[in-house]
C-alpha cells in the first residue's frame, strides 16, 4: 500500500510542479508529455488491481499535496470525507482475513459483502480514474482539449505533441480515449476482481492472505516500477493488461459465478427455490465438453433429452448443448448440489447448481428424472465426525465402526 502511494505521489508532484515550470523547449515539452501518458496507463491499470485502495489513496495524495486554500476546488474523491472512508473500509476487510475467523459465522459473510464491495468500488473509482487521466492528458497535452482553425498535421494524433485539435474533431478524440481508458480499466479489474471471487469462496484463511497478498504485490511492483520510471510502469501495465485481456473469459465467467452464489448466501435465498417448474439454473462444469467451464445458463427440455442452454458473455445468441449420455446422478455439495455422470472410474461432474437447490436434491433428482441421490466427500465427512462425536458421548465402539463405514464407502 505504502509502495502504491509513494509511485502516484511522485507522478502527482510531478504534474504539480509543471505548472510552476517556464516553458520548456519542444523537444523537452514531448519527452515529458510521453511521461504523463505513461502515468495514465499505470494509473489505468493499477487503480483497478483493488479499486478501493486505489481511489482512496490517490484522493488522499491529492489532498495532502494541495496547498490548503486551494482544497476546496478539488474533486469529490479527493476530499476526505471519501478517502477517509474508504481507507477504514479497507482495513475493515483486512481484519477480517486476519482475526475474522476467531469470531465464527463472522468471515464468510464478511468475504461476501467484499465480493460486492468490490464491484462496487470499481463502478466509483472508474469516473474518478477518467478525471485525473483527463487532468494529466491537460497537463501534457494541453491542445487535446483546445482547437484551432489551421487544423493538425496528423488528425487525432498530433494532441500527443500538445498540437491543439480540430474543434469538430475534439469530442470524438476526447470521447475514443475515455473509452479506450475504461476498457483497460475493466479488463484488468474482471482479472483481479477473480482473485476477490476466489477469496470469497476460499475456505482456507491462509489462501485467503496468499491471494491478498499477491494483489498488493503486484501493485508494489507497479508503484516501484513508476517511481523508477514512468515508462517502466507504463510497460509493466500494459503486461498486466496483456495477461487480463488473456483470462477475461475466465474471469468474467468466475465474477458471474462468485456474484450469484455471494448474493444467494446474503440475500437468504440458500435452499428456498423451488425446481419442480421451469428451466433450472445451472454453472457448466468440466463433464460439459464442448462449453467454458462455469458459463452461466439453464437445464431445458424438448421432452426427450436435456439440454444445458447458456449465452456467451450473457448477450451474444442463445446456444444449447445436449447432456451428455450415461447413468446421472445428483450430488450433495457442502455449497450446492451438482448433477454428475457416474463411470466405471470416477464421477463427471456436469453442472453445478446455485445455492437457491441447496437441500432441494431429491425436488432436483425428480425434476431432471435422475434416480439417486448421493452424499458429497465433504458431507459424508462433516456427517462422519457428527456421528462419531454423538456415538464418543454415548460409549462403546460404536464411533469406530461409524468411520470404518464412511471410508468403506468412500
Not at 150 to 171: E, H, K, M, R, T
Not at 207 to 217: C, G, P, Y
Not at 229 to 247: D, M
Not at 346 to 365: G, K, N, S
Request: glycine share 10%.
Amino acid at each position: 500500500m505504502l509502495l502504491f502511494l509513494a509511485a502516484f505521489a511522485s507522478a502527482q508532484l510531478n504534474a504539480e510542479q509543471r505548472f510552476a515550470k517556464p516553458p520548456a523547449s519542444p523537444e523537452t515539452t514531448h519527452f515529458s508529455s510521453g511521461e504523463e501518458i505513461a502515468r495514465t496507463i499505470t494509473l489505468t491499470t493499477g487503480v483497478p488491481v483493488s479499486p478501493l485502495l486505489g481511489v482512496s489513496t490517490l484522493g488522499a495524495w491529492r489532498w495532502y499535496t494541495t496547498p490548503e486554500t486551494e482544497r476546496a476546488s478539488l474533486p469529490w474523491y479527493a476530499r476526505p470525507w471519501f478517502w477517509g472512508s474508504g481507507l477504514c473500509l479497507v482495513l475493515l476487510f483486512t481484519a477480517n482475513t486476519t482475526i475474522g475467523g476467531l469470531i465464527p459465522g463472522l468471515k464468510k459473510p464478511m468475504d461476501f459483502v467484499e465480493e460486492h464491495e468490490n464491484k462496487l468500488s470499481a463502478l466509483v473509482a472508474a469516473p474518478a480514474v477518467l478525471l485525473e487521466v483527463k487532468r494529466l492528458l491537460a497537463i501534457s497535452a494541453p491542445g487535446l482539449f483546445a482547437s484551432h482553425a489551421a487544423g493538425v498535421g496528423i488528425p487525432g494524433l498530433a494532441f500527443l505533441s500538445g498540437a491543439p485539435v480540430d474543434a469538430w474533431l475534439q469530442p470524438f478524440v476526447s470521447l475514443g480515449l475515455a473509452i479506450l481508458y475504461a476498457a483497460c480499466f475493466l479488463i484488468v479489474f474482471l482479472a483481479f476482481h477473480a482473485i476477490q471471487v476466489l477469496i470469497a469462496l476460499s475456505p482456507s484463511a491462509i489462501l485467503d492472505m496468499l491471494l491478498r497478498s499477491f494483489r498488493v504485490a503486484v501493485l508494489g511492483l507497479l508503484g516501484i516500477s513508476s517511481w523508477i520510471h514512468p515508462y517502466l510502469g507504463a510497460t509493466l501495465g500494459l503486461a498486466i493488461l496483456f495477461v487480463a485481456l488473456l483470462i477475461a473469459g475466465w474471469s468474467f465467467r468466475l465474477t458471474v459465478y462468485g456474484s450469484l452464489f455471494s448474493w444467494e448466501f446474503l440475500s437468504g435465498r440458500d435452499g428456498t427455490s423451488d425446481p419442480a417448474t421451469g428451466s433450472v439454473a445451472a454453472f457448466s462444469q468440466k463433464g460439459l465438453k464442448g462449453l467454458p467451464v462455469r458459463s452461466f445458463g439453464r437445464l431445458e427440455t424438448n421432452g426427450a433429452a436435456w439440454f444445458f442452454s447458456w449465452r456467451p458473455w450473457l448477450v451474444l445468441p442463445r446456444r444449447a448443448l445436449a447432456l451428455p449420455p450415461g447413468e446421472t446422478a445428483i450430488l450433495k455439495g457442502a455449497i450446492s448440489p451438482l448433477l454428475v455422470r457416474q463411470g466405471a472410474l470416477r464421477a463427471q461432474t456436469l453442472v453445478r447448481f446455485p445455492p437457491r437447490y441447496r437441500l432441494r436434491e431429491a425436488a432436483l433428482a425428480q425434476r431432471l428424472g435422475v434416480g439417486e441421490v448421493l452424499e458429497g466427500r465433504i458431507v459424508r465427512g462433516f456427517k462422519a465426525a457428527w456421528k462419531w462425536l454423538q456415538q464418543t458421548f454415548a460409549g462403546g465402539s460404536a464411533a469406530a465402526d461409524a468411520i470404518a463405514a464412511v471410508n468403506e464407502g468412500t
